[in-house]
């Protein structure tokens, strides 16, 4: 390091040689080692320690000047939620959602009750891992009846969040498991005696799954429903992070979700058909 900031310095970059030298000096006394730490735009580390939390509730938490949200509103690589969704439109209208009605408590225990989103096939039509969301239903459907389980479709008016998707699916359900199944491609297994957050299994990581995956987490919603214990399907994963790209994208389609989101109706029976 001494060798870069030397050089540096010889060739005339004397700003970036002590900017170089002073992160350098900062990191050789290990303060930043504290879990969370950051560096200032003065190389001042930021920690638990040298900025302990003083939050005290609404309103006293960080808020952007005027001048950090122009400056971040002028990022170069900066997307709208309207580019970032762009290739929903190409996928618009390859399920047909039909609502049928208010949604009732079933009785048969073989049925497994799907939970569906507010913007599922209305605004979302493509999940952050390139299935079209026709097509995750229908390998979900079709590890259900494999396993001798009838799926009934039920839209969630009410609320994005997924657990309480799935909570709400397996309260409507014969036999007490529902899948919850969001537009970009989460879902997960419940159980209706259970916590919202407290599934039975869950695809958190949208990006990485197949439909093969899907195809599994219906059969394995189906061995729950006839009482058996079947082990959770390994998803593979990755040790990068998944690409801030997907982040954005998320956000954008939680924001078509928040759109389409009914608070306080009630869920609907739908049927589903491709056109």
Same mark, same amino acid.
């Given at each position: 390091?001494?060798?870069?900031?030397?050089?540096?310095?010889?060739?005339?970059? =004397?700003?970036?040689?002590?900017?170089?030298?002073?992160?350098?000096?900062?990191?050789?006394?290990?303060?930043?080692?504290?879990?969370?730490?950051?560096?200032?735009?003065?190389?001042?580390?930021?920690?638990?320690?040298?900025?302990?939390?003083?939050?005290?509730?609404?309103?006293?938490?960080?808020?952007?000047?005027? =001048?950090?949200?122009?400056?971040?509103?002028?990022?170069?690589?900066?997307?709208?939620?309207?580019?970032?969704?762009?290739?929903?439109?190409?996928?618009?209208?390859? *399920? %047909?959602?039909?609502? *049928?009605? *208010?949604?009732?408590?079933?009785?048969?225990?073989?049925?497994?009750?799907?939970?569906?989103?507010?913007?599922?096939?209305?605004?979302?039509?493509?999940?952050?891992?390139?299935?079209?969301?026709?097509?995750?239903?229908?390998?979900?459907?079709?590890?259900?009846?494999?396993?001798?389980?009838?799926?009934?479709?039920?839209?969630?008016?009410?609320?994005?969040?997924?657990?309480?998707?799935?909570?709400?699916?397996?309260?409507?359900?014969?036999?007490?498991?529902?899948?919850?199944?969001?537009?970009?491609?989460?879902?997960? %297994?419940?159980?209706?005696?259970?916590?919202?957050?407290?599934?039975?299994?869950?695809?958190?990581?949208?990006?990485?799954?197949?439909?093969?995956?899907?195809?599994?987490?219906?059969?394995?919603?189906?061995?729950?429903?006839?009482?058996?214990?079947?082990?959770?399907?390994?998803?593979?994963?990755?040790?990068?992070?998944?690409?801030?790209?997907?982040?954005?994208?998320?956000?954008?389609?939680?924001?078509?979700?928040?759109?389409?989101?009914?608070?306080?109706?009630?869920?609907?029976? *739908? =049927?589903?058909?491709?056109?």
């Amino acid at each position: 390091m001494f060798d870069v900031i030397a050089s540096l310095q010889r060739t005339g970059f =004397e700003p970036e040689a002590d900017a170089i030298m002073r992160l350098t000096r900062e990191r050789l006394r290990g303060d930043q080692l504290q879990t969370s730490a950051i560096f200032d735009s003065e190389f001042r580390v930021l920690s638990k320690l040298t900025d302990p939390n003083d939050y005290a509730g609404p309103g006293t938490g960080y808020a952007l000047t005027d =001048e950090r949200r122009a400056e971040l509103d002028a990022i170069r690589q900066a997307r709208t939620s309207a580019e970032l969704t762009a290739d929903q439109v190409e996928h618009r209208g390859h *399920v %047909i959602v039909t609502d *049928v009605e *208010v949604a009732r408590q079933g009785s048969d225990p073989r049925e497994v009750v799907i939970g569906l989103s507010p913007a599922w096939g209305r605004s979302v039509w493509l999940t952050l891992c390139g299935l079209t969301v026709g097509e995750v239903l229908r390998q979900l459907s079709a590890g259900l009846e494999e396993e001798g389980c009838v799926p009934r479709l039920v839209r969630v008016r009410s609320t994005i969040d997924v657990g309480l998707i799935g909570l709400t699916a397996a309260r409507l359900s014969g036999s007490g498991i529902g899948i919850g199944l969001q537009g970009k491609g989460t879902s997960l %297994i419940h159980r209706r005696d259970l916590a919202p957050l407290a599934n039975l299994e869950l695809f958190s990581v949208a990006p990485l799954l197949t439909a093969q995956m899907y195809r599994e987490l219906g059969k394995n919603a189906a061995r729950h429903a006839k009482g058996m214990a079947p082990v959770p399907i390994f998803t593979g994963g990755t040790d990068e992070s998944i690409s801030a790209r997907y982040h954005a994208r998320a956000v954008a389609l939680v924001a078509l979700e928040r759109d389409a989101c009914e608070p306080g109706q009630p869920p609907v029976t *739908v =049927e589903v058909k491709r056109p």
